[in-house]
């Protein structure tokens, strides 16, 4: 069943993240799960059964439009509908608020899960930049200073 993720969530949910290859991104912040689930103001579920998180979908919503940050499902519980059924009480929840716009920048191999439930490719391009150089240096002139 969905419910809302929690701080003591957390743990399970990182382990969830950790059990797909290339999914965890080690440059993340200590604290990017409880960041995440703060900022996502009500936005952050997950899927449990019998005491198991099997799967977390989180968003943030910015007004203009909203943003799907997280979407995984333990591998062997795949194409039973979880997925599924995350998106789509975060998508309900956001037409509640009227917010009518949810944007995600997808793995590939994941595209044909969001055109099934309706998504299609904007006529924008997404860019990206990596800040993790300047922020690996903002960290250590903040080191040199204490
Ligand atoms: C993508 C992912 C979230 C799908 O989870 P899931 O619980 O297996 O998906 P569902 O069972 O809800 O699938 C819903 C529908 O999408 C289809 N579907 C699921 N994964 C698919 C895929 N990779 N390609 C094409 N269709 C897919 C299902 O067959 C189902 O179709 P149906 O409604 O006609 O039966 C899961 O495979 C996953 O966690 N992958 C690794 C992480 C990832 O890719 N996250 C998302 C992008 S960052």
């Known amino acids: ?28 912040r200590e604290d990017v799960l409880e960041k995440g689930l703060n900022s996502s103001g009500g936005l952050a579920f997950v899927w449990e059964e019998a005491g198991k998180i099997l799967g977390f979908a989180c968003a943030h919503e910015f007004g203009f439009r909203a943003y799907l940050s997280e979407l995984i499902v333990a591998g062997p519980e795949r194409k039973r509908g979880i997925a599924k059924k995350l998106v789509q009480h975060i998508e309900n929840e956001l037409a509640s608020r009227r917010c009518n716009i949810l944007i995600a920048d997808v793995w ?10 309706g998504w299609s490719k904007p006529n924008v391009i997404l860019l990206r930049k990596r800040l993790a150089d300047k922020a690996s240096q903002q960290s250590l002139e903040r080191g040199k200073k204490s």
């Open 108 to 117: 590939e191999k994941a595209e044909g899960f969001y055109k099934s439930l």
């Open 1 to 28: 069943m969905i419910r809302s993720a929690k701080p003591s969530d957390i743990p399970k949910i990182k382990e969830l993240m950790k059990s797909e290859p290339g999914f965890w991104q080690d440059e993340w």
